[in-house]
């Protein structure tokens, strides 16, 4: 959730043109990943001391691993939007706006899914309707995608400048992908509870 919010600061940041708060920020990115990924370690070794105990331990991995995923995605946009910024390549406002608008649209989905996590924790009845939510959240993310990928193809970037913008809301429409995996994850954790 933290590093999801990171990076739609990053993108604001870029937005108003303030390379120290893009640089700070990128910096805590990459410091969150890092730990998504020490705490990906730590779960899969308690799983695997837990041995037979845990029928479902299977389903526990996949989750983790699809949603360390997650934060693999967004360190990759916090590095391409800080290329950007440090070789000066101009993008005009309105496709900032649109990366913004589709970055805070993934930000949307993953608050989503963090309550359907906590529904899952706490064995509610509404567990289907919040999962549901992501898979609409997940599809808000995919239709602003094809419109801002529209609008940089018909654009007159430089080519350079075009192909890390156009990575930029690729990493940001798979990890919407990703996260809509780690709701059907938590929907397997579901019913094994």
């Known amino acids: ?5 990171k990076l739609t600061q990053i993108i604001d ?3 108003k043109n303030d390379k120290p708060t893009v640089l700070q920020l990128n910096e805590e990115v990459q410091k969150l990943s890092d730990d998504v990924d020490n705490l990906r370690r730590a779960v899969a070794q308690e799983l ?5 105990i845990l029928l ?4 526990f991995l996949r989750f983790i691993d699809v949603t360390s ?7 990759g946009v916090s590095f391409r939007v800080l290329v950007m910024m440090e070789r000066k390549w101009d993008v ?3 496709l900032k706006r649109g990366v913004a608008e589709l970055s805070g649209a993934v930000f949307e989905a993953v608050s989503k899914l963090r309550e359907t996590v ?5 064995g509610s009845p509404s567990f289907s309707e919040k999962a549901r939510d992501v898979e609409i959240a ?7 995608y094809r419109k801002v990928e529209i609008n940089i193809l018909e654009s007159n970037l430089k080519t350079p400048t075009m192909l890390i913008l156009k990575d930029i809301i690729q990493l940001l429409e798979d990890t919407a992908d990703k996260i809509e995996d780690a709701s059907d994850a938590a929907r397997i954790l579901a019913f094994a509870m």
């Open 92 to 94: 005009p406002l309105d």
């Open 56 to 59: 479902n331990r299977e389903d």
């Open 13 to 15: 940041a870029y937005i």
């Open 118 to 122: 906590l529904t899952l924790n706490y």
């Open 1 to 5: 959730m933290e590093i999801a919010r």
């Open 138 to 144: 997940e599809r808000n993310v995919d239709n602003l």
């Open 69 to 75: 995923e997650i934060a693999d995605f967004c360190k």
């Open 48 to 52: 695997v001391e837990i041995g037979a």
